[in-house]
């Protein structure tokens, strides 16, 4: 199998003990990384106990996870996996929970995932507010007497 991986490539280069995994499985030429179908499987568990050996310090068995998307974040929220994995959401009710063995999975399969423990996200999440969903006119309480001392732009609304 023929691979042009511009993320393997990276990962090559920025890391001897990755370049070592790869060329002990695969061949390389003009830059692209050429694996027998009967290498596959040597070349992803030696990758696999890679990451879990590298990270083992991190990831607890035993512990439950959330896990990050860190190429984006909305307003100052970070954004995590969806229940499901359908999507993402800052809303972490709404976050699926993963085992050790499936946070290292899924860090294997994209590096900017991020794991972060259950209990530490738990610990400092809080909740918010979308502007964009709340209705000044549900907000206001104000007899029409103090009306005057709101903002003109809202006076029409209240």
């Given at each position: 199998m023929n691979t042009n991986n511009t993320s393997l490539q990276r990962w090559v280069s920025q890391y001897p003990a990755i370049a070592e995994i790869v060329s002990r499985h695969s061949v390389?030429?003009?830059?692209?990384?050429?694996?027998?179908?009967?290498?596959?499987?040597?070349?992803?568990?030696?990758?696999?106990?890679?990451?879990?050996?590298?990270?083992?310090?991190?990831?607890?068995?035993?512990?439950?996870?959330?896990?990050?998307?860190?190429?984006?974040?909305?307003?100052?929220?970070?954004?995590?996996?969806?229940?499901?994995?359908?999507?993402?959401?800052?809303?972490?009710?709404?976050?699926?929970?993963?085992?050790?063995?499936?946070?290292?999975?899924?860090?294997?399969?994209?590096?900017?995932?991020?794991p972060w423990r259950k209990d530490y996200i738990d610990g400092i999440a809080s909740l918010s507010v979308d502007t964009q969903r709340a209705d000044i006119r549900a907000a206001n309480m104000l007899p029409p007497s103090q009306r005057n001392d709101l903002p003109e732009s809202l006076r029409d609304q209240a």
């Open positions: 390389s030429h003009n830059e692209n990384f050429i694996f027998e179908p009967e290498n596959l499987a040597g070349f992803i568990s030696d990758l696999t106990g890679y990451f879990a050996a590298e990270h083992s310090h991190k990831i607890q068995t035993g512990e439950l996870y959330y896990m990050q998307d860190s190429r984006n974040i909305l307003g100052n929220n970070m954004l995590f996996w969806r229940k499901g994995c359908q999507g993402y959401t800052q809303c972490i009710a709404d976050a699926e929970v993963f085992t050790a063995d499936e946070a290292i999975r899924q860090m294997i399969s994209r590096r900017s995932d991020i």
